[in-house]
Antibody, heavy 120, light 106 residues
Framework: EVQLLESGGGLVQPGGSLRLSCAASGFTFDDYAMNWVRQAPGKGLEWVSGISGSGGRTYYADSVKGRFTISRDNSKNTVYLQMNSLRAEDTALYYC?????????????WGRGTLVTVSS | EIVLTQSPATLSLSPGERASLSCRASQSVSSYLAWYQQKPGQAPRLLIYDASNRATGIPARFSGSGSGTDFTLTISSLEPEDFAVYYCQQRRDYATFGPGTKVDIK
């Protein structure tokens, strides 16, 4: 079955860190770029970060640049998001999203999301 | 950064009616625009890419048009399952999403 399964969310204090994981199945993982998109409670969608199929190119939204790091392990069909220096405004449901190609920047497969709450 | 605006914020229609949703970009995105549908408690679903191409499995009642800065998503005849929030997204400069249009039942 073609699917993405996120994990790693939770409650963290401001300034803390979390690492999100997204396990992929059902497609040739390293053929596709992967992305993280977040949605704050009751709000719209915000693209956060993307990584090419090989992992050689990474991209970040200005709001997370310097704090978040995206990576992937193609041997494990998994993409990660390391989130440091977390702020209250990072509170959101974080979706893992598959690109339609390698850096086409359209997203045709989404996970169910993992919730990150930043609060003291 | 390319900013997308969507109008209206809410569209109240009845099943069977035609829906027209607008997305405007702060600068030209050529035809690099997608539309997504999101229902409560669900992840977004890709409907249209490159302004007018339906994604795999998307019914023909969904169509997209436009180029440059002005785009439209049209649902020719609303089905009960089409009541949802719709987002546009540009890929001209990384990816940004519009704020969404909620299509609800009148």
């Amino acid at each position: 079955e073609v699917q993405l399964l996120e994990s790693g969310g939770g409650l963290v204090q401001p300034g803390g860190s979390l690492r999100l994981s997204c396990a992929a199945s059902g497609f040739t993982f390293d053929d596709y770029a992967m992305n993280w998109v977040r949605q704050a409670p009751g709000k719209g969608l915000e693209w956060v970060s993307g990584i090419s199929g090989s992992g050689g190119r990474t991209y970040y939204a200005d709001s997370v640049k310097g704090r978040f790091t995206i990576s992937r392990d193609n041997s494990k069909n998994t993409v990660y998001l390391q989130m440091n220096s977390l702020r209250a405004e990072d509170t959101a449901l974080y979706y893992c999203a598959k690109d339609v190609l390698n850096m086409a920047w359209y997203f045709d497969l989404w996970g169910r999301g993992t919730l990150v709450t930043v609060s003291s | 950064e390319i900013v997308l605006t969507q109008s209206p914020a809410t569209l109240s229609l009845s099943p069977g009616e035609r829906a027209s949703l607008s997305c405007r970009a702060s600068q030209s995105v050529s035809s690099y625009l997608a539309w997504y549908q999101q229902k409560p408690g669900q992840a977004p679903r890709l409907l249209i890419y490159d302004a007018s191409n339906r994604a795999t499995g998307i019914p023909a009642r969904f169509s997209g048009s436009g180029s440059g800065t002005d785009f439209t998503l049209t649902i020719s005849s609303l089905e009960p399952e089409d009541f949802a929030v719709y987002y546009c997204q540009q890929r001209r400069d990384y990816a940004t999403f519009g704020p969404g249009t909620k299509v609800d039942i009148k």
